[in-house]
Structure formats: C-alpha cells, structure tokens
Nanobody
Framework: QVQLVESGGGLAQTGGSLRLSCVAS????????MGWFRQAPGKEREFVAA???????FYADSVKGRFIISRDNAKNTVDLQMNSLKPEDTAVYYC???????????????????WGQGTQVTVSS
C-alpha cells in the first residue's frame, strides 16, 4: 500500500500563486506515474497534471502554461506549482499515484490506485 498526504492549499487572489506538495509513504518503490486531480463542488473529479518516473510531464489544457508539476523520486514527493490562478481553479486538489503501470491511462481517475485526502484551493476574484 501507498499513503499520500497533500499540503499547501489555501486562499489566493486571482493572478496569484500557490504550491501544493504531496508526500508518499509505504511501498513507494511500486509507484509509476503520479498525478494531481481536482474536484469543484457539484462537478466530477478532473485531471490536472501527471508526471512519470522519468519526469515526463502531462497537463490538462486548462492549466497548461500556468501550472508546473515536479517530482523528486528520492524524497517520494510530487509538487504542483500553480501560477496565474483563476477563480475557476477553485477546487479540492488530490494527489494520486499509480501502483500498476498504465502508460496510456493517466488522465482518468481509474488510472490511479492510491489517493490523498485532498487539499482545498480557493481563488478569489
């Protein structure tokens, strides 16, 4: 099993920045891609970004050019630097990890085996 704990959420103004961090523990050697998803009230959980073990990065179109995902395999962490924040970025953000190699399924919730508890990000207009 793998446990994921997020931190770094909070309140930001439009145009501001926040940095989210996620630390993995447990059977971390079994982790393949790691990702970030978000869920706004009344909406489905959606893909934000993902990063492979070799640090190949993938982004949703809605955050491309504004968010940066990074990973430190030695520390078992994955971060999400969020810049130029917009009110529509308001959501609970979840860290996720693949315990099974799924090279082509990384934008879907079903592609991940382990999830953090989520951290709230609120962007005021």
């Amino acid at each position: 099993q793998v446990q994921l704990v997020e931190s770094g959420g909070g309140l930001a103004q439009t145009g501001g920045s926040l940095r989210l961090s996620c630390v993995a523990s447990g059977r971390t050697f079994s982790i393949y891609k790691m990702g970030w998803f978000r869920q706004a009230p009344g909406k489905e959980r959606e893909f934000v970004a993902a990063i492979s073990r070799s640090e190949i990065k993938f982004y949703a179109d809605s955050v491309k050019g504004r968010f940066i995902i990074s990973r430190d395999n030695a520390k078992n962490t994955v971060d999400l630097q969020m810049n130029s924040l917009k009110p529509e970025d308001t959501a609970v953000y979840y860290c996720a990890a693949q315990g099974t190699r799924r090279p082509y399924i990384y934008t879907e919730v079903m592609g991940y085996d382990f999830w953090g508890q989520g951290t709230q990000v609120t962007v005021s207009s």
